[in-house]
């Protein structure tokens, strides 16, 4: 069973950058595609990005496009967030996120078994 733990997260002005990391412990790293999703207050947690597990396949929400960037490093076990242009909007907890490694995108929250404790990122106006 892989642990997570996220960091990087803090408080940033708009239009300022943060960039996020997630370390992965207990499990065969590339065994997982990972993903990133976060939670404002309200009960949905919201996709953000994934990345499979030879990176070959990247995807986005289309509220971070353009301005996030998802990358991974296997021989460190370690999934990034860079995180540019951010806005008010993009203020929530963050989490990163495994699943058994296939052939297909997935964005579902509940398609992802494990899961980090989050980290905090404030954008100020």
């Known amino acids: 069973q892989v642990q997570l733990v996220e960091s990087g997260g803090g408080l940033v002005q708009a239009g300022g950058s943060l960039r996020l990391s997630c370390v992965a412990s207990g499990g065969t790293f590339s065994s997982y595609d990972m993903g990133w999703f976060r939670q404002a207050p309200g009960p949905e947690r919201e996709f953000v990005a994934t990345?499979?597990?030879?990176?070959?396949?990247?995807y986005y929400a289309d509220s971070v496009k353009g301005r996030f960037t998802i990358s991974r490093d296997n021989a460190k076990n370690t999934v990034y967030l860079q995180m540019n242009s951010l806005k008010p909007e993009d203020t929530a907890v963050y989490y990163c996120?495994?699943?058994?490694?296939?052939?297909?995108?997935?964005?579902?929250?509940?398609?992802?078994?494990?899961w980090g404790q989050g980290t905090q990122v404030t954008v100020s106006s």
């Open positions: 996120a495994a699943r058994e490694r296939s052939s297909v995108v997935v964005t579902a929250h509940r398609q992802y078994a494990y």
């Open positions: 990345i499979t597990w030879t990176s070959r396949i990247t």
